[in-house]
């Protein structure tokens, strides 16, 4: 309840100081975005009706690699590269720890499912209306003008996002390597300990 309730009312009472305009739908964006936002939208549903750890695990996953597609399809390959290794890695961890557990999930009472389901409805969509409301309703900031301006010039790149990860903020990008290198290594290990005799 506090986790749906902070992830809600910030939301709305901006929406009610702010009063924004709801936005269209984008010129020229193509039938394939939403062609992938139906599928999110059918994998998330899959997902949540899952009776069992491993149907979870699987629908999961492909909701994760469809969410990568659309991010391919809105023009950001390095987004596509993290959110595949992310998703591959959560999917390996899941099905290691999912060994320890029972295959199917605990029962739990239709007025607790029917509450989980308004109370996730009202955060997402509070959730999505904020972010597509908010994102982009303000002008150029000075850090931005500036990344746009030395992005061709210092750093040789045209893909602004790609040449602050790599130039600007490179000791940042090398310490997300070294997380998701730490988060491989643990992964090997827990596998290797499931391997040995008790």
């Known amino acids: 309840a506090w986790i749906v309730a902070g992830a809600t009312l910030p939301g709305l009472l901006a929406w009610i100081w702010w009063r924004p305009e709801l936005p269209g739908r984008a010129p020229g964006s ?18 949540v009706r899952a009776r069992t750890r491993l149907g979870a695990i699987a629908t999961g996953g492909t909701l994760g690699f469809l969410v990568a597609l659309l991010f391919g399809t809105l023009g950001g390959p390095d987004l596509v590269v993290t959110q595949l290794l992310v998703e591959t890695l ?19 009472s239709r007025r607790r499912r029917v509450a989980a389901a308004c109370a996730g409805v009202a955060v997402g969509a509070v959730a999505a209306l904020a972010t597509s409301s908010f994102t982009g309703r303000r002008g150029l900031s000075e850090a931005g003008a500036y990344f746009l301006r030395a992005a061709p010039r210092v ?22 390597i070294t997380v998701v290198a730490v988060a491989g290594l643990g ?12």
């Open 30 to 47: 193509p039938a394939l975005e939403w062609v992938l936002v139906l599928a999110v939208a059918a994998a998330a549903l899959g997902l």
């Open 90 to 108: 959560t999917v390996v961890l899941m099905v290691l720890v999912l060994r320890r557990l029972s295959p199917g999930f605990a029962r739990v």
């Open 155 to 176: 750093a040789g790149g045209r893909n602004v996002v790609n040449t602050i990860l790599v130039d600007f903020r490179a000791l940042d990008t090398l310490g997300e």
């Open 187 to 198: 992964a090997a290990a827990v596998a290797m300990a499931a391997r040995r005799p008790r």
